[in-house]
């Protein structure tokens, strides 16, 4: 049994399932992510997922194309179900039970949200992943990931990135930036450390939902965050 934290809340961002490719969805990053969850549950920790939709559509995006904005960020919560849907099969895949709760109703597809049920869900061991952001326009799953964290009560909020945390200015610009190890969310939204959105950060820092900044590719890295070893990627408290 994992001692530090009892139950996460994965988030992971759409892009992060493209892998190799420039759109959609790679099915050995999709089996290799889902063989990390899996561990984690194993183990005895609560796994709770939240997967944006970047690798499909973004709103804003759309927006800029000319699509109405919220018939936008609508085809953008749609692409996180697709995102969800797939995690769910690669997940049941390995063995585990995996449910897809969406905050928009697909009743075919995947149940409506309900925290107290997610809660039930996941102290039952299976693994829970919520679809379709926070169901309204104009939000991120950053923004749905921070939410549901707090609504289910999780001990930890990770988010998994392409770098291993949050850097003082941009490390791909900058070979001098330097990586904060714990960082205060004051700091982080004062300083705007663009990682999560604002809207997300300050959910976070007002019901006071810990997050852990990471890079997801590290092999092993979520299992030692969990089990509270050290590892490169940055806690925001
Ligand atoms: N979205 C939304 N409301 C939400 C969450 C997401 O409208 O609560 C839409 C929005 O258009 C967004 C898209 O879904 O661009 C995909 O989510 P996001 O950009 O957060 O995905 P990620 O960048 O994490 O892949």
Redesign the pocket.
């Known amino acids: 049994m994992n001692q530090n934290y009892k139950r996460i809340l994965l988030k992971l961002?759409?892009?992060a399932l493209m892998g190799q490719y420039e759109f959609g969805i790679d099915s050995d990053v999709l089996a290799q992510t889902a063989t990390e969850v899996v561990k984690q549950q194993q183990s005895g920790t609560q796994v709770a997922l939240v997967i944006?939709?970047?690798?499909i559509?973004?709103?804003?995006g759309l927006a800029q194309g000319g699509i109405d904005r919220v018939s936008?960020?609508q085809m953008?919560?749609l692409?996180?179900v697709m995102n969800a849907l797939a995690m769910q099969d690669a997940i049941k895949k390995q063995g585990v039970n995996c449910r897809v709760m969406s905050a928009l109703k697909i009743d075919q597809l995947g149940e409506e949200y309900s925290a107290l049920k997610a809660r039930e869900f996941l102290s039952e061991g299976e693994v829970v992943i919520f679809a379709a952001?926070?169901?309204?326009?104009?939000?991120?799953?950053?923004?749905?990931a921070s939410l549901r964290a707090i609504e289910i009560e999780a001990d930890l909020l990770l988010k998994a990135t392409k770098v291993d945390g949050i850097y003082d200015s941009d490390p791909m610009k900058n070979p001098d930036a330097k990586r904060y190890d714990q960082l205060g969310f004051d700091e982080a939204i004062a300083k705007e450390l663009g990682v999560m959105d604002l809207t997300a950060m300050v959910l976070c820092r007002e019901n006071k939902m810990p997050l852990c900044v990471f890079n997801m590719f590290e092999t092993g890295a979520l299992d030692k965050i969990v089990n509270g070893d050290k590892v490169s990627g940055t806690l925001v408290i």
């Open positions: 961002s759409g892009e944006g939709g970047g690798n559509f973004r709103g804003a936008a960020d953008g919560m692409a996180t952001g926070t169901g309204n326009p104009y939000f991120t799953t950053d923004t749905a």
